[in-house]
């Protein structure tokens, strides 16, 4: 059933990957698609594998951290279709390094693309469906779905930059979900593993036989948030991969202490916190382990 009849879509690091398979996911669905990459026969060869297979897109590239990129995208979609209805943001590279070791162009690389390129884009697309929200005196159709990651729930060691990018990706979502919610905006974040070219370093070849990991298994909650559906779903944060699609909870609050007299004392604030904090050997208390066993392999490995 082709959910995305008639709507218009933006995909951002689609000429590979996870975008090209959720590029290709969404045009199935009937999506017309704008798509971003850097300049290349990646990207050009997305496109043509979306028009033989009788969908509708043109490619739109430039670095996704301009704003004149950002610009472009929608105006592509506005001019050339008639409209924006979904954009997804899955442009990203790895710049891995201890964070001791990082340099200022490593963290400035990943933080730009990821977390910036997430900015821009939405920055044009938000303000299109205001105005025309505006200009209807309702809510518009509009659909964000932003990719984080497992990393910002497990802090991951060599990944500083990466996890903090993650991180305030999903912050981007859920201050965007609140302050776009009366123009009909809907926006999500989506936690994928998948094996692709940025990935497969770490996660090693494929096992025989079908892929768990493979992009197209991450691309149906795409399309399911793009669609309809996703009209009653926002601000919220999906892991997804294999069969696994997980709805993560708010963060908690883990436990409240108050001080006695009103003022906290050292030798008070010392006996409130031993309460939780022993003299063990400290470990990293502000993550989130429970998604990694949720499929029989994490990374496609033998369990």
């Not at 990821?114 to 697309?125: K, N, P, S």
């Not at 070219?197 to 197209?216: F, I, K, Q, V």
């Not at 399911?224 to 609050?253: K, M, W, Y």
């Not at 990293?284 to 998604?291: D, H, N, Q, R, S």
């Amino acid at each position: 059933m082709a959910t995305l009849d008639g709507r218009v879509a933006i995909v951002t690091g689609a000429g590979q990957g996870l975008g090209a398979a959720e590029a290709a996911a969404l045009a199935a669905a009937g999506a017309r698609m704008v798509l971003n990459d850097l300049p290349g026969p990646a990207l050009d060869a997305v496109v043509e594998r979306i028009r033989a297979a009788g969908g509708t897109a043109v490619a739109v590239p430039g670095d996704v951290a301009d704003m004149a990129t950002g610009e472009a995208l929608v105006k592509a979609a506005v001019d050339g279709f008639g409209g924006l209805d979904v954009l997804v943001n899955n442009a990203g590279v790895l710049r891995d390094r201890m964070i001791f070791s990082m340099s200022e162009q490593e963290w400035d690389t990943v933080i730009r693309v990821h977390l910036r390129g997430h900015f821009v884009t939405t920055r044009f697309a938000t303000a299109w469906w205001r105005d025309q929200s505006k200009a209807e005196g309702g809510p518009v159709y509009a659909r964000i779905v932003n990719t984080a990651s497992e990393a910002f729930l497990l802090g991951s060691a060599g990944q500083a930059n990466y996890a903090a990018a993650k991180g305030g990706i999903v912050s981007l979502t859920l201050a965007t979900a609140r302050g776009c919610a009366r123009h009909g905006v809907r926006v999500n974040a989506i936690c994928p593993r998948a094996r692709t070219g940025m990935t497969g370093e770490l996660m090693g070849p494929p096992p025989s036989g079908p892929d768990p990991m493979a992009p197209d298994r991450v691309a149906p909650l795409v399309v399911h948030l793009a669609g309809p559906s996703g009209a009653r779903i926002t601000g919220e944060v999906f892991v997804v991969h294999g069969d696994v699609v997980a709805l993560l909870g708010p963060p908690t609050v883990r436990s409240v202490f108050r001080a006695a007299t009103g003022t906290w004392t050292a030798t008070e604030l010392d006996a409130a916190l031993g309460t939780v904090f022993t003299a063990e050997q400290p470990k990293p208390g502000f993550v989130c382990e429970e998604t990694l066993p949720l499929a029989a392999t994490t990374f496609g490995e033998p369990s």
